[in-house]
């Protein structure tokens, strides 16, 4: 009899120390303890390999494509915001409206691949504050101060001309800094971008034409 209690007693006391280790493990990974850490450094692993290969998915062209074509875009927005009040065609005016409309989260977009990538993010607009500024010589389309400073003061059927022309040579140029992003850049999705600012700009360029009676 001793002995069949002594047997259910050692049997009781086993199950207690399977059920406590079972209990511990489950513990253990939760707090990110014991088996629990090893997954945890993995999915660290994972999110840093991923990293890397954002930062390392592109190379000098496309840091030069997101730092020129902010400012680019910067300019077409503040040219774009003139034509609510100064311009006279409701066609220059909703044209202007898409401009501003499509860029500004352009804008957005690659300002945050400049800060994923530890690169400048642009913060002034050549043509505006800093006409003289020498980034804005480099990038093809870019109005100066005095060429601003003219739209900024038309007015009626003048500022439309004005700006249709301005706007046909900016765009002109935003379509060249994108064709040679699509050349010669890295990253798929500044490529991506650069495809879909051609393909945009081309046909407003097409549009603009038309309302100065070229096309």
């Not at 300019?75 to 500004?104: P, W």
């Not at 765009?171 to 850049?185: F, L, N, Q, S």
Request: hydrophobic content about 35%; overall charge negative.
């Amino acid at each position: 009899m001793t002995s069949t209690r002594s047997l259910i007693r050692r049997a009781a006391l086993g199950t207690t120390a399977v059920a406590a280790a079972l209990v511990l493990a489950a513990c253990g990974s939760d707090d990110g303890t014991g088996s629990g850490s090893g997954s945890g450094s993995g999915t660290q692993t994972s999110a840093s390999a991923s990293a890397e290969d954002t930062a390392g998915a592109h190379n000098d062209q496309d840091v030069s494509f997101a730092q020129d074509m902010i400012p680019h875009h910067q300019q077409a927005i503040q040219m774009s915001k003139m034509a609510a009040s100064q311009a006279s065609s409701a066609e220059v005016k909703d044209l202007a409206s898409r401009i501003e409309k499509a860029q500004d989260p352009e804008i957005e977009t690659m300002s945050g691949w400049l800060e994923s990538w530890g690169e400048d993010v642009p913060s002034s607009m050549p043509g505006m504050d800093h006409g003289g500024h020498s980034g804005s010589s480099d990038m093809p389309g870019m109005m100066d101060a005095e060429d601003m400073d003219k739209l900024m003061k038309a007015s009626g059927k003048g500022f439309d001309t004005m700006f249709l022309t301005m706007m046909v040579e900016h765009h002109e140029g935003a379509v060249e800094m994108a064709t040679t992003e699509k050349d010669k850049g890295q990253y798929g999705s500044a490529k991506k971008l650069a495809d879909d600012i051609i393909t945009a700009q081309n046909a407003e360029i097409e549009e603009m034409n038309k309302l100065l009676g070229k096309s």
